[in-house]
């Protein structure tokens, strides 16, 4: 097998890389072990970041509670920050310079990772959406009462910008006068998942250290939440109802057929190569739409995250990617495992790309800790209000419906189950992995899949949300 030469590989990297003139924007006095200018070094380093924080998330008692992307930020953050291994360049002779294994304040390479795995992370996770058809039928009840959950963050956000002192709090504590951008973050975060969040902060130019704030004071909200939901969710066994069940016995049997029909699932490779090529060619076409806009609005904003985010559900929708890349295939269940396989394949790369992201969001080490010291109050006082409203309104639902005797209807009766409206919070707040955690450990079979699939539709509609929140919110207070 044939090798490419070393040096086409370090030009065509270089390429994508900041100029010399770009890497002395980082330069900083502190010695560091991999300096700012060795790209594969950081790229190595943060890569490693990634994958162990995955492993702490899993093994040890902080990383559980933490969560596996604030480890990623935290290990980078300290990496960064701590120095660990003795400087042979100390010009001291009493005492002993500590050198960081990162460079302090970041460098190019953690910002062009930064940009490449938010940018293709966003169509590779929703691969899998759909909004149309079987997709929204098998979501049942659980679709009503995460419109009711989304409803609550949504509620909790107006809530908290009316009381005059928080946006003005905002505005004044979070850097670079970055509040609003974060509070409309945080409310597509809470509706969708971490890559609404991500996508939300990148199209409004939101400062890296912004955004490490916003995610820090966010997990520590949840530290508190999911517990809690956790203990709530103990005290109750899985629903149990007619379309319920068939939905479990459709299920049972296609994975029964699929399984039968293994043979016609595309092989991990393909899969993988299939689902990367969608994500490029969808990205590629949402930064050439967003170049032209140009011609039809003067808006400031980078909308290419969310044009692409658009054309990635359009095209989940109505033109599943087996179809588009596998005509050979004639049967409608073999159509259906390919398109399961890429989009699991996509959900794969997408999550690893995820942990990448929150690798680098901690890449900067020391310059964050004031931005997030400075705005922890203001950010958290905003956290407060949205969550304590997103739950009131569930509760308070249930009782109107209870009260008003709507619960006699069948599909009420089916929205206000504690087990939905709990899988549907957890949804929302954590997105769709949470939420079928949530239904896993507590033996919620019915509930698995429709978890899943509205954590999706969260996934497709929270960073539209954001945006035309920030918008409305950034025009009133004009």
Not at 305 to 316: A, H, N, Q
């Amino acid at each position: 097998m044939t090798t490419m030469p070393s040096q086409s590989l370090n030009i065509k990297f270089s390429s994508t890389m900041p100029s010399s003139s770009a890497t002395a924007l980082f330069a900083t006095p502190s010695p560091s072990l991999i300096s700012s200018s060795n790209h594969w070094g950081n790229v190595a380093a943060l890569s490693f970041t990634a994958s162990l924080a995955q492993l702490l998330g899993k093994k040890t008692l902080v990383g559980k509670l933490l969560g596996a992307p604030v480890t990623a930020m935290a290990v980078a953050f300290v990496l960064s920050s701590v120095g660990f291994i003795p400087s042979l360049l100390s010009t001291s002779a009493t005492t002993t310079e500590w050198m960081t294994i990162l460079p302090p304040g970041g460098s190019p390479s953690s910002q062009f990772l930064q940009t490449i795995s938010l940018t293709l992370a966003t169509p590779l996770l929703l691969l899998g959406t759909s909004l149309r058809g079987n997709a929204l039928r098998q979501c049942g009840s659980l679709l009503g009462s995460f419109f009711i959950a989304s409803c609550g963050t949504l509620t909790g956000a107006m809530i908290a910008f009316s009381i005059n002192t928080i946006p003005r709090a905002l505005l004044a504590s979070v850097p670079n006068q970055d509040g609003l951008k974060i509070a409309a973050a945080l409310l597509a975060k809470n509706i969708g998942g971490g890559i609404n969040y991500m996508a939300v902060c990148s199209c409004l130019n939101a400062s890296p250290e912004s955004v490490a704030a916003g995610l820090c004071v966010d997990n520590v909200m949840a530290l508190v939440y999911f517990p809690l939901v956790s203990v709530l969710a103990s005290k109750y066994k899985d629903v149990v109802d007619d379309d319920d069940d068939g939905l479990i016995d459709k299920k049972e049997n296609d994975e029964s057929n699929e399984k039968n029909d293994s043979s016609s699932e595309l092989s991990p490779v393909e899969s993988l190569s299939h689902a990367f090529t969608l994500a490029a060619v969808l990205t590629a076409g949402g930064q050439f739409i967003n170049s032209k806009l140009h011609y039809v609005t003067t808006s400031p904003l980078n909308l290419s995250l969310p044009i692409t985010t658009l054309l990635t559900v359009i095209f989940s929708t109505y033109y599943p990617p087996n179809m588009f890349l596998s005509p050979t295939s004639t049967k409608k269940r073999s159509d259906e495992a390919k398109s399961n396989s890429i989009a699991k394949a996509g959900e794969t790369l997408g999550t690893s790309l995820l942990y990448l992201f929150f690798a680098t969001a901690g890449a900067p080490g020391w310059r964050l800790k004031e931005s997030i010291q400075q705005s922890f109050p203001s950010i958290a006082t905003f956290l407060i209000i949205l969550y304590g409203v997103h739950g009131s309104v569930l509760w308070s639902l249930k009782k109107l419906v209870e009260v008003t005797k709507m619960d006699k209807s069948k599909y009420w009766k089916k929205v206000i189950a504690p087990q939905r409206l709990l899988t549907a919070s957890s949804a929302a707040i954590g997105g769709p992995a949470t939420a079928a955690a949530l239904a896993q450990s507590n033996q919620w079979e019915s509930l698995l899949t429709p978890s899943l699939l509205v954590g999706n539709v969260g996934y497709a509609l929270a960073t539209f949300i954001g945006l035309l929140f920030y918008g409305a919110v950034k025009k009133s207070l004009l």
